[in-house]
Every structure is written in C-alpha cells, then in structure tokens.
C-alpha cells in the first residue's frame, strides 16, 4: 500500500504545484487537453476524410443518435465534442 499512496501523493501534489487543486480547475484543463488532441490529431471514430477540389479535407461525423435515418452523412458514436468531455469528466472526478 505504501508504493500506491507514495504514487497518488505524487500526482497530486504535481497538480497542486500547477495550480490543478479543485476539480472545476482540473476538469476545465482536461477538457482543454481533450479539445486539443481531438483538434489536432482528428480521429478516425470521429472524423472522416472528403475529397475535395484542393484534396481530402477531414470533416466531422454527425453524431449518430441526432442524425436522420435517411442522411447518407457517415455517423459515429464518439462525436468530436465527446474527446473534451470525456477528458474533462476523467481530470474532474476521477484524479
């Protein structure tokens, strides 16, 4: 027990030291992680690539649970606004 507790210390006290100590403050800078990975790196479960005039531009899936039956769109489970919420839940509540 003393290895885990010497690693949860650890972390927390890193959090601290990066002014992280409330979770309204972690959550916000995970969700701001989470934004910017799914910016930058786009997904695959959550964007598509569309050929276009000048090339394949990466466009958005629709999120499939709000999307009509009769669109022909490419739908998804993990739309590109669940990547900072998700993170934003896990730095939240869980750290």
Same mark, same amino acid.
């Given at each position: 027990m003393g290895f &885990? *507790? *010497?690693i949860v210390g650890a972390v927390g006290s890193s959090f601290v030291m990066l002014g992280l100590e409330t979770p309204v403050s972690r959550a916000l800078a995970f969700g701001t992680? #989470? &934004?910017a &990975?799914? $910016?930058i790196a786009k997904p695959g479960i959550s964007y598509v690539n569309v050929p #276009?005039? #000048?090339g394949n531009k990466c466009v958005a899936k629709q999120f499939s649970l709000l999307a009509g039956k009769d669109s #022909? @769109? %490419?739908t998804t489970y993990m %739309? +590109? $606004?669940? +990547? %900072? =919420? =998700? =993170? @934003?839940i896990i730095g939240g509540i869980f750290l």
């Open positions: &885990f *507790s *010497s992680v #989470g &934004f &990975f799914q $910016y #276009g005039k #000048g #022909g @769109a %490419p %739309p +590109w $606004y669940f +990547w %900072p =919420l =998700l =993170l @934003a």
